[in-house]
């Protein structure tokens, strides 16, 4: 709650130059800089172009106008072809436990030394401009500046990919953008041209099944797991080589939206997301993940019930458990958007000596994508040289011309091996980067995929086993969803024939949502196993019940008695949440005579924002709001989305009495204020049948 309000305006007073068509004038004064041409000539009047005349012609001899309009027409680079949307900042990694027996990257063996890194998050399929909160997959990529050159973990937020060969990923992403004839739909896999490809390709089911799981609505970036995804390798002094797959997990545990909230907030707030890691960063609240690898070997990758280098299939951290061994804190937002955020070019490709890549087929073709979108996006091939993208540590190369170099590289000689500069930086054999001197059996060449890649069931049948059933009915009704908005049948029969595979009760669910009835079950190519359930893959289960990085919306309004107010509110800090104070109008004089300002207007804040709701209104407010069909939503939606509910009495008599809510345990009276904070702390899942029809 803020208290004080502050009416006068900090812009310091304007001169008025007469005589200019009462335009006003800002001008420089006292301390204020100059403003400059982008060759440094001091502009006289950023407010009016040069005329022959004060009623025209303008003159072509204008350079600070035509140098502005230039500079503006070119101010675009093309948006990432996926990923587009994202925010990122800046923070740091910390190794707590050395992998000095795996690896040689000091990275990964110096502990207690804070690398400082750059994490962009994203969604996949929408453009620049699209909102927050789709049903998508999540870019989780992390640029760490490490003392021996740049490791970029190109990753996502669920621990498997839609193909296993990288010459499939344009079908996938020309699938799921916009049809090509009509230009929509926006960031959203809901339409035919996905399923159409996703139900031609089995390959694809695994990560569908998180697709349709709540991972693919986060709550918050802070509530996501990182994934690697492919293996890699660690390798030691001697060259000897240790499997690993990364895992970064959040401190806040991982939680999602409800499909209707996400809905919902991608209207209210499209910046959902990407407002609440920076207004975590401006309160101190730091974001912080755990960073964790799974190690084995090639003997005990030999004994999986599948293959490690196919990027459909996770290890269940049942099989080979997760060791954390460092952190990562994000403590600083971008001073600039467009030079951090938009200009950072992540290379799955970038990594230290000590790290190496596996024979993952969607990784290789990855190590050429990356670095190949980075020319056409940046147009340069120094982007290395960006300050975002600069390595940290030295670094000296004969790669030296090009457009916009930004250096003034020194000497005679750009080549190698060279004998007229003595001093010049050389190749160095023992600190340089070494491949894995892999064994390879005399193979055949061809276009083949590895038998080992065929089981494309097994895995998502023990990822919906798993689950919960809040989760499991999620689930259904999201494939119900999006084969609802599929107009082709045969797509929808297909898909349907390979949900059989996976599992019986799913197929049968999302059939009968759909109202049709199960076709014969897909082929499968290989035989599908029955794997131990992984509690791993739940979400519910990993949201841990506390306020911590959970935001608690209150309605007041005049007359609200403040100390209610402040007994609220600092109740929810104390348990680590936050609070946003929502009115019917900005400004709001309390009962006892004082005037606050409200974070928002109820309209402008519609409870799909907050996690929890609070209610403290006098009776003549409530019985305004009453007819305002927004404080109506405000509390319907909250209940709807089972979340706690503290009312006051007005708020009972007035508004509550007109809507379908029940008083069950989490719609609670204000006295009980304990209760609430306890509620608030997470969702109740067992109102969701009431209130939803799932599948
Ligand atoms: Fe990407 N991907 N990808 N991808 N990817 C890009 O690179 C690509 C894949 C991922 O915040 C592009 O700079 C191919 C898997 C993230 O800037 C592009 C294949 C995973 C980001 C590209 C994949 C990812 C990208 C577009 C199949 C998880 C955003 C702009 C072989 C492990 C990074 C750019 C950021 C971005 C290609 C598959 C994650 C076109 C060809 C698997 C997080 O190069």
Redesign the pocket.
């Known amino acids: 709650m803020k208290t004080t309000i502050n009416h006068s305006d900090p812009v310091k007073t304007l001169d008025q130059v007469a005589g200019n068509g009462g335009e006003p004038q800002y001008q420089a004064e006292g301390d204020i800089p100059n403003l400059t041409t982008q060759q440094g000539v001091v502009i006289s009047d950023n407010q009016n172009s040069l005329k022959r005349d004060p009623r025209g012609p303008t003159l072509l001899e204008d350079f600070v106008l035509r140098e502005k309009i230039t500079h503006f027409d070119h101010e675009r680079i093309p948006e990432?072809?996926?990923?587009?949307r994202?925010t990122?900042a800046h923070g740091y990694f910390e190794l707590t436990e050395s992998l000095a027996q795996y690896t040689t990257a000091k990275i990964l063996t110096e502990t207690g030394v804070q690398t400082p890194l750059f994490t962009?998050?994203?969604t996949?399929a929408g453009n620049k401009g699209s909102k927050d909160t789709p049903r998508d997959?999540?870019?989780?990529?992390v640029k760490m500046y490490t003392s021996e050159g740049n490791w970029d973990i190109?990753?996502?937020n669920m621990p498997v990919?839609f193909?296993q060969?990288?010459i499939?990923?344009?079908d996938?992403i020309h699938a799921v953008k916009p049809e090509p004839d009509r230009g929509f739909p926006q960031a959203a896999s809901a339409h035919d041209t996905f399923w159409d490809f996703v139900s031609l390709s089995p390959e694809t089911f695994h990560n569908l099944m998180w697709l349709m799981s709540d991972r693919a609505l986060p709550r918050s970036l802070r509530m996501m797991e990182g994934?690697?995804?492919?293996s890699y390798r660690l390798l030691d002094k001697d060259g000897k080589s240790t499997f690993v797959r990364f895992h970064w997990k959040p401190k806040l545990g991982v939680q999602s939206l409800i499909w209707d909230e996400a809905v919902k907030i991608s209207g209210a707030d499209p910046d959902y997301n990407r407002r609440d890691l920076f207004e975590s960063i401006q309160m101190g609240d730091y974001p912080e993940w755990e960073f964790g690898v799974q190690l084995f070997t090639e003997e005990e990758a030999d004994k999986f019930p599948f293959d490690h280098l196919d990027?459909t299939k996770l290890i269940p951290e049942e099989l080979v458990p997760v060791k954390i061994i460092g952190k990562m804190v994000l403590n600083r937002y971008p001073d600039n958007f467009f030079a951090e955020t938009e200009q950072?070019?992540?290379?799955?490709s970038h990594l230290p000596n000590g790290i190496d890549f596996s024979n993952d087929p969607?990784?290789?073709?990855?190590l050429?994508?990356?670095l190949?979108?980075?020319l056409s996006?940046l147009g340069s091939p120094n982007f290395a040289q960006i300050p975002i993208n600069a390595p940290k540590c030295p670094f000296a190369s004969n790669q030296q011309d090009g457009h916009m170099q930004m250096h003034v590289p020194k000497g005679r000689t750009l080549y190698e091996p060279q004998s007229l500069e003595p001093g010049k930086p050389r190749a160095n054999i023992k600190e340089g980067f070494k491949s894995f001197a892999e064994k390879c059996d005399d193979g055949v060449k061809g276009r083949i995929r590895a038998e080992s890649f065929a089981d494309h069931y097994s895995q998502p049948r023990m990822f919906y086993r798993s689950q919960t059933p809040a989760e499991q009915a999620h689930i259904a009704t999201a494939f119900a969803f999006e084969l609802g908005k599929v107009e082709t049948a045969h797509v929808r029969t297909r898909t349907l024939s390979h949900l059989i595979n996976i599992d019986q009760d799913l197929a049968n669910r999302v059939a009968t949502a759909l109202g049709m009835d199960l076709p014969e079950a897909a082929k499968p190519q290989a035989p599908i196993l029955d794997m131990p359930e992984s509690p791993a893959v739940q979400t519910i289960s990993l949201s841990p019940k506390m306020l911590k990085g959970r935001q608690v919306g209150i309605l007041v309004g005049a007359g609200s008695k403040k100390a209610t107010i402040e007994k609220y509110e600092n109740a929810v800090k104390a348990a680590g949440g936050s609070v946003k104070i929502v009115a019917p109008s900005i400004e709001v004089k309390l009962d006892d005579g004082t005037t606050i300002q409200a974070d928002e207007r109820v309209a402008g804040a519609p409870s799909v924002l907050f996690d929890a709701v609070v209610s403290i209104i006098m009776p003549d407010v409530a019985q305004k709001l009453a007819k305002d069909s927004s404080t109506l939503d405000w509390f319907n939606d909250a209940f709807n989305h089972c979340k706690a509910i503290s009312y006051c009495p007005a708020t009972a008599e007035f508004i509550l009495s007109k809507l379908p809510i029940e008083k069950d345990e989490f719609v609670t009276p204000l006295e009980e204020l304990d209760t609430f904070i306890e509620n608030a702390k997470t969702r109740l899942w067992e109102r969701e049948p009431k209130v939803r029809d799932l599948a």
């Open positions: 990432r072809i996926v990923h587009a994202g990122g962009r998050f994203s996949v997959v999540r870019g989780f990529a190109v990753g996502n990919f193909i060969d990288a499939k990923f344009p996938l994934f690697g995804i492919h990027a950072v070019a992540f290379c799955p969607l990784l290789h073709g990855r050429h994508s990356y190949d979108t980075q996006r």
